[in-house]
């Protein structure tokens, strides 16, 4: 009688090496974009509209710049920790 052989590919171990092989790829996505983000000093934001790169873009507004540069000021000013509480209270 002719003996059955297994298969090289059998369901279980086919799907551990689909997992794998996407696991691996998302990391070498990352790991790519990341690269490229130190080498070039560009940052890629990848979002509903695609990818678009950050250097040509303006991402603040000038009164949200102000707005920061306001709260910058008032932390300077009301800045505390280098001095004794009992001096404050």
């Not at 603040?60 to 001095?83: A, C, Q, R, S």
Request: aromatic content about 12%; charged content about 30%; some cysteine.
């Amino acid at each position: 009688m002719e003996e059955k052989q297994k298969s090289q590919f059998s369901g279980k171990s086919f799907a551990i090496g689909v997992v794998a092989g996407l696991v691996v790829c998302i990391f070498l996505t990352v790991i790519g974009i990341n690269i490229y983000a130190r080498m070039s000093n560009e940052y890629l934001v990848i979002g509903g509209g695609g990818k678009e790169k950050v250097e040509d873009v303006e991402l603040l507004d000038d009164e949200t710049v102000d707005k920061i540069n306001e709260i910058t000021k008032k932390m300077e000013l009301y800045y505390y920790e280098d001095y004794d509480e009992d001096e404050i209270f």
